[in-house]
């Protein structure tokens, strides 16, 4: 937990306390639990028994190609120094199986698949570099030139790649007891539904290649964002064509500056957490792989398989919720769960519970102070988000979270551990406040943001 005290910049390590249960905030005796007890999380992972299930959660999926691999880039974001030192090197070996193990396939293999979708490659590449340039869940990454001049991405499906996630998802209801422990309810058919139809959906290319058209479409002369478009004429079931995207990695936006890290990390949040408020649309799968930071200083985003949209009238329940709980008003937001079916009524949870629950999982969106989100505060969110045996919050464990609320809480969760990855400070709430009360921007990337969509409304108007 960790927060900066107004005027000074929050400090890693032994100020990570200061924000520990109990603390109020803002007068409201509200508690920002999330972010914090490190310490609390040495002493969990340092169990035995949790070693052991870490060890057979590996184990079990390691055979799951594309659930593998997601688990393994949500665990990459992850501070292994929380990690006891009798332990560590287990646990990066662990890690680094699950994160690597996208299976090594010859060219050949990849060049079939991809000719059996668009013909033979010098038919439609002027040249094609045989030597993958990324490893995604579902296939391989290469550059190659198109015969007009055009870089572009080649994505190419694993050989038999559909049918071995199929009978992954099929499977999904053996791993309940796995995901229980990460996600409310996370049991119940409805929510494994979910699961299994937004995991199955990075299949779909066509479907992908549409989406990334539209959200570049969407996000075309952005003063901060970039993503590259789709080509949707050479996009087929298993080959997905893009423009490329020239750009440095994340573990260079690491070594930056501090303010340059801020500004990057403002941006981050913007595109993976205010989208789904303003456009009811949002990227399901947010790690620092999927982030680039182009020549012109603009942050590039690609691979959009899990691009989730969202009715309305549920994006408007989670910001009806979340400013119940940033205007401490308890009831208000324990009425609103029992409306929602979220909360049984003779459960026996009390509405300062379901306050402090949305703090706890929120917080960082409703705290007006400037917050330091590091590794460790990242580390130790997800250890007390998925260890069964914690007592706070357990009768909220047992209620039932909504399917659709299911990917934007995971979405949320996956956002602020990248986030944890650079350092950044920025003062959350301020940012939200644009889509939690349509208040105007309050930085610079705001205003510039806000003067670009006028700008682009105006001239979609004059183009009618």
């Not at 050479?234 to 440095?248: I, K, M, Q, R, Y």
């Not at 182009?294 to 691009?307: E, I, K, Q």
Request: glycine letters at 8%.
């Amino acid at each position: 937990m960790t927060g900066r005290v107004r005027g000074g910049r929050v400090a890693r390590g032994s100020q990570l306390g200061k924000l520990a249960a109990g603390q109020a905030l803002r007068g409201a005796g509200t508690r920002f639990q999330m972010i914090g007890r490190p310490e609390e999380a040495r002493r969990i992972l340092a169990e035995r028994s949790t070693l052991q299930a870490a060890q057979q959660l590996v184990t079990v999926l390691g055979g799951m190609k594309g659930a593998a691999m997601k688990l393994g880039q949500m665990l990459s974001v992850l501070d292994v120094d929380l990690i006891p030192a009798a332990h560590r090197e287990m646990f990066r070996d662990k890690l680094a199986e699950l994160r690597d193990r996208a299976p090594a396939v010859e060219f050949t293999a990849m060049r079939e698949v991809i000719e059996d979708d668009l013909g033979p490659l010098a038919r439609v590449f002027a040249d094609f570099d045989e030597t993958p340039i990324a490893a995604a869940s579902i296939g391989q990454v290469y550059r190659a030139t198109l015969r007009d001049g055009r870089t572009v991405a080649v994505k190419a499906k694993y050989p038999g790649v559909d049918k071995a996630v199929a009978a992954d998802m099929r499977n999904l209801e053996f791993f309940s007891r796995l995901w229980k422990s990460a996600l409310p309810s996370a049991a119940d058919g409805g929510v494994l539904d979910e699961i299994a139809r937004n995991i199955g959906s990075e299949l779909d290319y066509a479907q992908e290649a549409r989406t990334q058209h539209r959200v570049a479409s969407r996000f075309r002369g952005h003063p901060h964002i970039v993503v590259p478009d789709s080509i949707e004429e050479l996009c087929a079931p298993n080959v997905l064509v893009t423009e490329f995207l020239d750009g440095s990695p994340f573990e260079h936006i690491r070594t930056l500056p501090t303010a340059d890290r801020d500004r990057i990390g403002e941006v981050i949040y913007r595109f993976y957490i205010s989208s789904l408020f303003t456009d009811f649309e949002f990227c399901g799968d947010p790690h620092p792989g999927n982030i680039l930071l182009t020549a012109d200083g603009r942050v590039g985003f690609v691979d959009f398989g899990l691009y989730h949209r969202m009715d309305p009238r549920h994006v408007e329940f989670e910001r009806t919720a979340l400013r119940a709980a940033g205007e401490n008003r308890p009831q208000d937001l324990y009425d609103l769960w029992v409306r929602r079916g979220i909360i049984d009524p003779d459960a026996g949870v009390t509405p300062r519970e379901c306050f402090e629950y949305v703090w706890a999982a929120a917080g960082w969106h409703l705290l007006d102070e400037d917050i330091t989100i590091t590794p460790e505060l990242a580390t130790a969110a997800v250890v007390h988000a998925v260890d069964p045996r914690a007592a706070e919050f357990r009768g909220m464990r047992r209620q039932l979270l909504p399917p659709e609320h299911v990917f934007s809480r995971r979405a949320d969760l996956l956002t602020f551990a990248t986030l944890g990855q650079l350092g950044t400070t920025v003062n959350w709430h301020r940012i939200a406040r644009e889509w939690l009360y349509d208040e105007p921007p309050a930085t610079a990337v705001g205003r510039a943001t806000a003067e670009w969509r006028t700008a682009r409304a105006g001239f979609t108007a004059r183009r009618r």
